[in-house]
């Protein structure tokens, strides 16, 4: 079995570009092997669990619908993003709603296979533009996880946010045994769990029983939420952790925004369109550059930004 130097932990398909795409692309640069574990890569059910995975797959069927053409597997911004011209939308819109109109069951099935599909295609694609290799697991995402009763275990938006349930410890029990059967890694990366996403915190939990001295990642876009690192880190235990920033030069910088530039199918959830991106990933990357410096660490003449790390101190 390959050994990596790098192995990160993401436990949806951006999480790790979002969060890490920057130092990805220096490790590779440096000619070291990086694995991107994606944990959500399961096919969800065909029967949406809750209204709020069917609002999510109305949702996702209109992205689609806006980018022209077959699945996009090459990492470009779509032809029609949300800042095209409204009668471009307009027809776009007209389009979607009589496809949806004329067959609402059978498209909602076949959103969610071709939906899991491309967003598979798209990580490969932005692994590939930071020289890194993907594994697929095929857990579920939280939406569409349900107890013993077939109930969803996460119905409403909040819900995603909210402590573990009960319920989903057999999941954390099934992460932890597919993390322990992973290839072997100089160095495993997990999420902080900024933010709260129970799929972040599941992650993290089943990480901790099979990895000794892991290091975790700042969540974006969590992070760019005042206060959120705050309440993942509270002044009252930050002290038995340590900081480190990894620092970002201009191509490091291109290379991560190019590569979150491949999830063309999530873009909207985010960012208006490319210059939006651009622009909110360097902010972030300014903001961590800003708490590294002020945490005492001194940056390199040539960063323009940077990612933080965290480990036990």
Request: proline share 8%; with cysteine; charged share 20%.
């Amino acid at each position: 079995m390959k050994r990596y130097d790098h192995l990160y932990l993401s436990p949806h398909f951006d999480d790790a570009i979002l969060s890490c795409g920057g130092q990805i692309a220096r490790h590779t640069a440096a000619g070291q092997s990086v694995l991107v574990v994606t944990i959500t890569g399961g096919d969800p059910p065909d029967n949406p669990p809750s209204d709020t995975v069917a609002m999510l797959h109305r949702r996702w069927a209109a992205s689609m619908a806006a980018v022209p053409g077959p699945v996009h597997s090459d990492g470009r911004w779509p032809a029609s993003p949300r800042g095209a011209d409204s009668a471009s939308r307009a027809q776009t819109s007209a389009a979607a709603s009589s496809a949806a109109a004329s067959s609402a069951a059978s498209s909602a099935i076949a959103v969610d296979a071709a939906m899991i599909a491309q967003r598979r295609a798209e990580d490969r694609a932005a692994l590939a533009l930071v020289g890194a290799e993907p594994l697929h697991l095929s857990f579920l995402d939280c939406i569409y996880r349900c107890g013993p009763d077939a109930h969803a275990l996460y119905p409403g938006p909040a819900d995603m946010f909210s402590p573990l349930s009960p319920a989903d410890e057999a999941t954390v029990a099934a992460l932890a045994e597919s993390f322990a059967a992973l290839p072997p890694a100089r160095q495993v990366y997990l999420p902080l769990g900024v933010g709260g996403h129970v799929d972040h915190l599941a992650t993290r939990r089943a990480a901790e029983r099979v990895f000794t001295a892991p290091i975790y990642y700042e969540d974006y876009p969590y992070t760019a939420r005042p206060g959120a690192l705050a309440e993942a880190l509270p002044p009252e235990v930050r002290a038995v952790w340590l900081a480190t920033a990894v620092w970002l030069d201009e191509a490091a910088l291109a290379a991560k925004t190019a590569a979150v530039g491949a999830y063309v199918s999530q873009l909207s959830s985010f960012f208006v369109d490319a210059a939006d991106l651009a622009a909110q990933l360097r902010a972030d990357g300014r903001r961590a550059l800003s708490d590294a410096l002020a945490g005492g660490e001194t940056a390199p003449p040539w960063a323009v930004a940077a990612e933080r790390l965290w480990s036990a101190a």
